[in-house]
Each structure stands twice: as C-alpha cells, then as structure tokens.
C-alpha cells in the first residue's frame, strides 16, 4: 500500500509495547522502531476445533486451508501432487478458500499437469463451522507459501491433532518443528514439498499426537499484552 511504512512506524512509534506472533515478525518491527518492548507469543487458534481420528488410508489427504493468493503457493501444492503420481504415491489435495485470483488460474494448472482427478477445489469462504468437518477429513494440512509471517491455519491444524508441512519461511519453522508436529520442506519447491509430506506420511500417528500437544492458548496473548503494556497480571 502507498505510504503503509511510514503509517507502520507512526502507529508503532506511538505504542508502549508490541505482541507479535513469531520472532522473525520481531525482526520486521525493530527494524522500523528502535528501543520497543516487543512480546513473542504463538498464535493460538480462532475457533475450537475437536481432534478426531484420522481417516482411513491409503489415499494420504492433504489440505491447504484459507485465502489462495499468489504468494501462498497453492501450485506448488498442486505440482507436489503431480510428482507424487509420477513415483506411485497415491495422493490427494483439497484447496478450500476463497480465491483472489481466478479459479480458471488454477483449474489450467489441473489440466496441464493431468491431476484433475485428485486434487479437489473448492472455492469460497470456509464458514467457521466447516472447519471442524473439512480437518478431519485430511491427515496433512499443507502451507506451501512462498513468504510468509505467522499462519492462522497452524494453530487450528495443531488443535485437531493434523500435522502440517510447511515451507522455510517467515516464522513458520518456530512452530512447525520437524519431527515433533510436522515437517519444514528444505527449500521452497514442489519438490521438497512432497520430500516433507512423505516424511510425515511415514510417522503420522506420532506427529498427530505431537501436533495437539501444547497449543497456545488466548491467556497467553492477554499476559503477553499486559506484560508489553507494563501491567502484572493476577
């Protein structure tokens, strides 16, 4: 946005402390304002999800879950999948979201790669009450995004007992640890996306376990909230 650094550095200079969600997010604060107390704390989940069983497999469902834009790499996603085909991995991926591109973008990455028959698009908003259905519908929920900060896809994903595979950037790989909730792909790259889903695929019941283990919690937010704004809390 036009001026939004400027606006960034009036807003916060005028600020007695900041929470933010991942220390690579502290990172892009302290560069515009000096001296400021900045909180990390996780982000925790928006809605209550409940952890259910996983569904049956083979096949080995994954899910990118939110708004699909450029930078979130959706067909990355989608070019994982295709490379899964090609080496005998029996797949599948549903995008549910709403789309700030064309749907047509994507469906003409479908036909090229051949992977229309297993990989499901769903757009438009996902109500708060699909959440819960389309999370135990899947083993894996996948972020393949190009750039990022924190995610509120993780913390919902980690509540229901889904591993996530993500890509190394922005704060994701401070929450998504490998080996213990999910798997950090080594590079940005289809390639090292699948190399990240198979990891998980092979050890899925001990990685759901460590997924819903210690979630962040919103009383951890209001702590860190007093704490930057210099208040104890009882």
Known sequence: MPLARSLFRWVIGRCVGVVVHSEDAVQQVMGQVDQLDVQVVEHPPNLVVCRCPFPSRPPLRLLF??????????????????????????????????????????????????????????????????????????????????????????????????????TPVGGLPEIIRNGENGAVATEVSAKALLEAVERVGNDLDRLGDGAAENVAKWSDVAGAILAAGGFVAD
């Not at 064309?102 to 438009?124: I, M, N, Q």
């Open 65 to 166: 879950l939110g708004f699909v834009r450029e930078y979130k790499g959706v067909d990355l996603a989608i070019e994982a999948v295709a490379i899964g085909r090609d080496t005998g991995l029996n797949l599948r991926l549903t995008v549910a979201g709403e789309f700030w591109e064309s749907v047509s973008v994507y469906e003409s990455v479908l036909t090229r790669l051949g992977v229309e028959d297993c990989v499901e698009l769903r757009p438009g908003y996902v109500e708060d009450t699909e959440v819960d259905r389309l999370l135990s519908q899947h083993h894996i929920v996948v972020l393949p995004y190009r750039t990022a900060t924190a995610s509120g896809v993780v913390p919902l994903a980690l509540s229901a007992g889904r591993p996530v595979v993500t």
